[in-house]
């Protein structure tokens, strides 16, 4: 079935309007599902970025925290999260629990491959041919060019967190411990004297890499939060160090899953998110020169915790 807008009307007369990004639409086995279908909604429904003069549904606007280092209280839909808005938005999203008995669950085996799509556009923008035949089967597209770019650097990051037993993954609002299984980061290209960090998610903003990773086979069975994000990682502003770092940015979803497996064995502790992403744990702020891409920081690591090879917990950092 054809992925289509209530608001049909609306998106004909009004020019797309293009914010920062968000997954919303996983390929497994052999085909590409509804977005949306396994991965939980965020709020606001049909608010759009802050820059644009449209006018916004003031009903569905969600308001995060203000404080001293994100001062963005109201946000649409692709707008980032920060590690001092609520612990739900930093988890999953913004307002995602509000979702989570409407979204389905995906039910896939341990060591399936999984691949997953981003949009940059806001909700009452999607369109049917930004989802379906698009060239080199991906996700999403935008026509009339043949994918959906990333607009900022950063790596991409999977965390698994296992439902407690006796709760539903459509209850579970990710409180538990977090376990990272992949990681898509950095090249360190020394021929390129000016910007040898090179971000493949990213890729300078053109066509971006594919996001496929697997599911270790010795994750055990049961019901999880499946976590993708790409990071902007926050940095320290030049000057006599009186200044407080930039936040990083996050741009968080869930997808609602349910493993089939033969393993016994249990997962390995995990974080917490979102003290994980808080400015001070690894890899959430860099030197100015990373930020631009302009040098590697020494002894830098991805952020989001150790990653989990399906036997033990490695340091996860760039291969140099």
């Not at 709760?167 to 290209?189: A, C, F, N, P």
Request: some cysteine; glycine content about 6%.
């Amino acid at each position: 079935m054809m992925f289509r807008l209530s608001l049909a009307t609306l998106v004909a007369t009004i020019p797309w309007v293009q914010c920062h990004f968000t997954f919303v639409r996983i390929f497994h086995n052999g085909e590409w599902k509804e977005p949306l279908q396994y991965i939980r909604y965020l709020s606001p429904l049909y608010a759009l970025c802050p820059s644009n003069a449209r006018i916004r549904n003031k009903t569905n606007n969600f308001y995060e925290p203000s404080t001293n280092y994100a001062g963005m209280p109201e946000r649409g839909y692709n707008n980032p999260t920060f590690f001092t808005d609520y612990p739900e938005s930093v988890r999953c999203g913004r307002d995602n629990m509000a979702w989570a008995t409407k979204t389905d669950v995906l039910k896939i085996k341990a060591g399936d491959t999984l691949e997953v799509a981003h949009q940059r556009y806001e909700p009452p923008d999607w369109r049917d041919n930004q989802w379906y035949n698009c060239p080199n089967r991906r996700g999403a597209c935008d026509p009339p060019t043949a994918y959906m770019d990333i607009n900022h650097p950063g790596p991409f990051l999977v965390h698994l967190s296992k439902v407690p037993e006796g709760e539903d993954v459509r209850s579970y609002d990710g409180s538990g411990d977090w376990v990272k299984i992949h990681t898509l980061g950095m090249e360190y290209r020394e021929n390129n004297t000016k910007t040898p960090v090179f971000w493949i998610p990213w890729n300078n903003q053109q066509e971006p890499a594919r996001f496929v990773f697997n599911v270790p086979p010795q994750t055990p069975a049961g019901q999880y939060l499946m976590r993708l994000d790409i990071i902007w990682s926050g940095f320290i502003p030049q000057g006599d160090g009186t200044f407080p770092p930039i936040l990083g940015q996050m741009y968080p979803s869930c997808a609602q899953i349910e493993i089939e497996s033969d393993s016994s064995g249990p997962l390995p502790r995990g974080v917490r998110i979102p003290e994980i992403f808080s400015p001070n744990s690894t890899g959430m702020t860099t030197s100015l020169a990373m930020y631009r891409n302009t040098a590697l920081d020494q002894d830098y690591e991805y952020p989001g915790g150790p990653i989990w090879d399906g036997e033990k917990l490695n340091t996860d950092k760039p291969a140099v």
